[in-house]
């Protein structure tokens, strides 16, 4: 018995109707993957890296997690990022969150919801350290966007200091960082002014980019 048939035909007339417009097409892709891109997102279904980017398969090589968490111990995220930066030599790693998040919110709100609050407790840091300018901002739907654009900010300072960025800029890998946030009510990227290129550059900007989220925040 074959479960779930409606899957298998829309995989069917996808890949068909790929063939059609690029007969080669599947051929190239069996042949060699040469992403200029790593993407970290969240796991959350409604942000697909390629479809909001507009990338076919095979230009952005991604990694996905609960809340686009980038941790120092995750071997899993390290083994990703290795691949990407040592094999495939991506150009650009981009830290994607988006706006809503599940794992933000449940940060933010504190309540215990089992073994995913080991995961949790790093976004709990990101709120604790900024506490005072969360809890000065009028309401929690408020306070969950700013967490959501923080998180992203403070992931591209870790993805900058794994061991793996920093040997690749040791040895002059071109390797471009960007944190983005992703609105799930409109369809749009935005970039957070993460962009660093080298490490010297990692506490100026990440400064910046803490305070250009902040000041969006200062009318409210």
Known sequence: MKYMPELFDANARWAEEMRVADPGFFAGLAALQSPAYLWIGCSDSRVPANQITGLKPGEVFVHRNVANVVVHTDLNCLSVMQYAIEVLKVQHIIVCGHYGCGGVRAALEGPSHGLIDNWL????????WHNDFLKALPDDATRWRALCELNVIEQVRNVARTTLVGDAW???????????????????LRDLQTSLKSGSELDTVIAQAVASSRLRYADH
């Open 170 to 188: 040791k040895r002059g890998q071109a390797l471009v960082l960007h944190g983005w946030i992703y609105g799930l009510e409109d369809g749009h």
């Open 121 to 128: 407790r790093h976004i709990e840091d990101i709120r604790d």
